[in-house]
């Protein structure tokens, strides 16, 4: 069993910065992907981007690269989610997740369905 909890979230205004944290507590294998997703009122869930614990490799949606960056600290079993030049349509509710065995070969996850466990997640408003 895995347990992710996340925290950071909060009020920012357009063009500023957050930074998301998922704490990761449980026995898993190494090479899992941790995802980001978010999910804006009335619309789908989203992926936002990934990374790999074990080998540290990253994608992101075209929407957020070159502005969010995803990384882990293992001693600490964090993956962090750095937002930076925040836009409205960033506002979300964020979510951290686990994919334990991840289907592409980059040993990402890139759908919801595919991730095993999830965290509580955690709100972010961006205001113009």
């Known amino acids: 069993q895995v347990q992710l909890v996340e925290s950071g979230g909060g009020l920012v205004q357009a063009g500023g910065s957050l930074r998301l944290f998922c704490a990761v507590s449980g026995r898993t294998n190494n090479d899992y992907s941790m995802g980001w997703f978010r999910q804006a009122p009335g619309k789908e869930r989203e992926f936002v981007g990934a990374?790999?614990?074990?080998?540290?490799?990253?994608n992101y949606i075209a929407s957020v690269k070159g502005r969010f960056t995803i990384s882990k600290d293992n001693a600490k079993n964090t993956v962090y989610l750095q937002m930076d030049n925040l836009k409205p349509e960033d506002t979300a509710a964020y979510f951290c997740a686990a994919d334990i065995y991840p289907l592409g070969k980059d040993g990402l996850g890139y759908k919801d369905y595919e991730y095993d466990y999830w965290g509580q997640g955690t709100q972010v408003t961006v205001s113009s």
């Open positions: 990374i790999n614990w074990n080998r540290g490799n990253t």
